[in-house]
């Protein structure tokens, strides 16, 4: 009996965590997107240089947007298959019948909980480099035009 209610706890627990993890998400989502709005809403109707930096940095904000959702669904990801993991190893440590059982539970949970930690830092690291790269390509594409522009200029002077 005792051990049905504290599994039905803990799956409880696990569903909130998980609610209030994607509840987070969500929100920095929209004031990410609010953000943007402001930024961009300030524009207004500028020179074709204007529009060109507008444009590059347009871009740049759409990689980075596309790059933050990449790695929002990852830690959703992670801390889904964390909370059901954690589950399972908690039903386990309940059944246990001796403290060798529940020590060896424990170490295995350890070690695989740690390897799966490292494996999506590692996965969220390269997601990240990537998303740098892509963001900063439109931006660094511009400022070398910018520079042709400005040689020209110079040249025709």
Same mark, same amino acid.
């Given at each position: 009996?005792?051990?049905?209610?504290?599994?039905?706890?803990?799956? @409880?627990?696990?569903? $909130?965590?998980?609610? #209030?993890?994607?509840?987070?998400?969500? =929100?920095? +989502?929209? +004031?990410?997107?609010?953000?943007?709005?402001?930024?961009?809403?300030?524009?207004?109707?500028?020179?074709?240089?204007?529009?060109?930096?507008? =444009?590059? !940095?347009? @871009? =740049? #904000?759409?990689?980075?947007?596309?790059?933050?959702? !990449?790695?929002?669904?990852?830690?959703?990801?992670?801390?889904? /298959?964390?909370?059901?993991?954690?589950?399972?190893?908690? %039903? &386990?440590?309940?059944?246990?019948?001796?403290?060798?059982?529940?020590?060896?539970? #424990?170490?295995?949970?350890? &070690?695989?909980?740690? $390897?799966?930690?490292?494996?999506?830092? %590692? +996965?969220?690291?390269?997601?990240?480099?990537?998303?740098?790269?892509?963001?900063?390509?439109?931006?660094?594409? /511009?400022?070398?035009? %910018?520079?042709?522009?400005?040689?020209?200029?110079?040249? =025709?002077?």
């Amino acid at each position: 009996m005792k051990t049905e209610v504290m599994k039905t706890e803990v799956k @409880k627990a696990a569903a $909130e965590g998980l609610k #209030n993890f994607e509840t987070a998400v969500t =929100a920095a +989502k929209d +004031k990410a997107a609010k953000a943007s709005k402001a930024l961009y809403g300030a524009v207004g109707d500028f020179a074709e240089f204007g529009k060109e930096n507008a =444009a590059a !940095v347009t @871009k =740049a #904000n759409a990689a980075l947007a596309e790059g933050f959702e !990449v790695i929002g669904k990852e830690l959703s990801g992670y801390a889904r /298959h964390s909370m059901e993991q954690t589950v399972e190893v908690t %039903t &386990k440590l309940i059944s246990a019948k001796t403290l060798d059982e529940v020590i060896k539970i #424990n170490q295995a949970y350890a &070690k695989t909980a740690f $390897e799966a930690l490292v494996a999506n830092a %590692t +996965k969220i690291s390269e997601i990240g480099v990537k998303v740098s790269n892509e963001a900063f390509q439109p931006l660094s594409a /511009h400022v070398g035009a %910018t520079f042709v522009k400005l040689a020209k200029t110079k040249q =025709a002077a």
